[in-house]
């Protein structure tokens, strides 16, 4: 279970958080059919962080947490730690973290992707396929914002120009790297909520997307026609 605390919180004989301003992360472990808790920790930072959406995959007694979200200002991804730091490059930015657990044991960071631009960056949704490739889904206010945290630049742009959202969804490989993105925008406001890969085995996995668009061009949907547009590419 992962989500957000304000202080300090007990957790059976576990306390964790800061007494910082603004929220930190909390990701718990509790067991199966008594849910006794099996760890308690934190991702802590100066300002407002948020966990928006979890995914464990399981090899062995070997587990993977994917969490994304959104952090601001700078944030200690390891739990309970203050060791591997990311800062926001204004606003808050988007977060893709990968973690490793077995047993009751915490979980250890494998790696951290922080990306955003000077306005309100999201991620909303996360998944993973067979072959552990890690997919993102969410919202940018930036102008722009380079969805690759390697030495490379992939840049989406807004349409809206600051003023409204438009949609993204990224793909990372097991190790973070970066495969692609895409983004969809108008001149209002579009967002990336959830995403599912389907896991059937066999041929090409199919991506599956939900979110919401104010934009629309040429049609009216009952309200009137805004005199918007919506493009999905």
Same mark, same amino acid.
């Given at each position: 279970? !992962?989500?957000?605390?304000?202080?300090?919180?007990?957790?059976?004989s576990?306390?964790?958080g800061?007494?910082?301003?603004?929220?930190?992360?909390?990701?718990?472990? #509790?067991?199966p059919?008594?849910?006794?808790?099996k760890?308690?920790?934190?991702?802590?930072? /100066?300002?407002?962080?948020?966990?928006?959406?979890?995914?464990? +995959? &399981?090899?062995? %007694?070997?587990?993977?947490?994917h969490? =994304?979200?959104?952090?601001?200002? %700078?944030?200690?991804?390891?739990?309970? !730690?203050?060791?591997t730091?990311?800062? !926001?490059?204004?606003?808050?930015?988007?977060f893709? !973290?990968?973690?490793?657990q %077995?047993?009751?044991s915490?979980?250890?960071?494998?790696? =951290?992707?922080?990306l955003?631009?000077?306005?309100?960056?999201?991620?909303?949704?996360?998944?993973?396929?067979?072959?552990?490739?890690?997919?993102? @889904?969410?919202?940018?206010f930036?102008t +722009?914002v380079?969805?690759?945290?390697?030495?490379?630049?992939?840049?989406?742009?807004?349409y809206?120009?600051? +003023?409204? @959202?438009d949609?993204?969804?990224?793909s990372?490989?097991?190790?973070g790297t970066?495969?692609? %993105?895409?983004?969809?925008?108008?001149?209002?406001?579009?967002?990336?909520? /959830?995403?599912?890969?389907?896991?059937?085995?066999?041929?090409?996995?199919? #991506?599956? #997307? &939900?979110?919401?668009y104010?934009?629309?061009?040429? +049609?009216?949907l009952?309200g009137g026609?805004?005199g @918007?547009?919506?493009?999905?590419?």
């Amino acid at each position: 279970v !992962a989500g957000r605390i304000e202080g300090l919180v007990t957790f059976g004989s576990n306390t964790i958080g800061s007494s910082g301003t603004g929220a930190d992360i909390f990701m718990i472990k #509790l067991g199966p059919g008594n849910g006794v808790l099996k760890f308690a920790g934190a991702i802590t930072g /100066a300002s407002e962080d948020m966990a928006n959406e979890m995914v464990v +995959t &399981t090899s062995g %007694s070997l587990n993977k947490i994917h969490l =994304v979200g959104y952090h601001s200002n %700078s944030t200690y991804f390891d739990l309970n !730690a203050s060791t591997t730091q990311r800062t !926001a490059t204004g606003g808050v930015d988007i977060f893709i !973290a990968q973690y490793q657990q %077995s047993g009751s044991s915490l979980p250890t960071l494998n790696w =951290v992707n922080s990306l955003g631009g000077y306005q309100g960056d999201v991620a909303h949704g996360v998944d993973v396929d067979n072959g552990g490739n890690v997919y993102v @889904s969410g919202h940018f206010f930036s102008t +722009t914002v380079d969805m690759n945290p390697g030495t490379g630049t992939s840049n989406v742009t807004n349409y809206g120009a600051t +003023t409204s @959202s438009d949609l993204f969804f990224a793909s990372y490989t097991s190790t973070g790297t970066y495969n692609w %993105s895409r983004h969809i925008g108008g001149n209002k406001n579009e967002r990336g909520l /959830a995403l599912a890969v389907d896991k059937t085995t066999g041929g090409t996995q199919a #991506l599956y #997307l &939900t979110g919401y668009y104010q934009g629309f061009y040429g +049609t009216d949907l009952g309200g009137g026609n805004y005199g @918007s547009y919506v493009d999905f590419d």
